[in-house]
């Protein structure tokens, strides 16, 4: 049961068995709920909302109105799993934007920064020094590794994996079921795309499910990627084309 808390904060509601490091500053009108554990210096936004049993790491700092930790309640037809979701767990030294919506059972690596309204399903884990711009959807089930970056309205559906060092541009939408939804043979094949080390794909660029850009790859702004692509190699059009390799200068 929530407790008001205005000796906290105003507005604060508190429930049992909440860890609060030093120095952390709770927001105006915040809702923490119980067994939560937020670090030394973290800081939390106006009306932020902390779910049962979120991790926060030391120095976090929440936006406004960000709720964090949310249990999922699955649509009827949904073919996600419906297992217990863990607590959420963030690093340190992360910043979470406002009005973000991050789910429970997801992990966040240390000095990730994740933008206003973006959005992180179940079972994602996000690796450290990671951007995740404005109104970016991590889709469940998906893996990114460190230092990547995903720029604003970008779409990572599920079931995908990005390496270490991916790029992906603005509007960048990915896929991962050709049947959208009808028959039983989608089941076997259904996967998002998985994003080799380095690899960068353009603004607006559309991948196919199962599509593996291979390390260091570069999908052209607006392509429609329907094969692998292989490493060190440019690709553009729709469909997709080869036009040249990657310049050496370049690769990182």
Known sequence: MLERRDDLAPGLLLGTNVEIGDGAELGFNAVIHDDVQI????????????????????GTVIGDHAVVGKQVRLAAASTASREPLPPLTIGTRVTIGAHAVINAGTTIGNDTLIGDQAMLRER??????????????VENDTT??????????????????????????PCVMTTNDNYMGRTEKRFAERGGATIRRAARIGGGSILLP???????????????????????????????????????????
């Open 39 to 58: 670090g030394a210096d973290v800081v939390l936004g106006a009306g932020v909302v902390l779910h049962a049993g979120t991790r926060i790491g030391a």
């Open 124 to 137: 994602v884990t996000v690796g450290v020094s990671c951007v995740l711009g404005r109104s970016a959807l």
């Open 144 to 169: 990114l590794g460190d230092r990547v970056k995903v720029q604003a309205n970008a779409y990572l559906t599920a079931y995908m994996t990005l390496e270490d060092d991916v790029f992906i541009a």
């Open 210 to 252: 199962n599509i593996e850009i291979g390390e260091e790859g570069f999908v052209g702004a607006g392509a429609i990627v329907t094969k692998n692509v292989p490493p060190r190699t440019l690709v553009v059009g729709s469909p997709a084309r080869v036009l040249r390799e990657v310049a050496a200068e370049e690769l990182l």
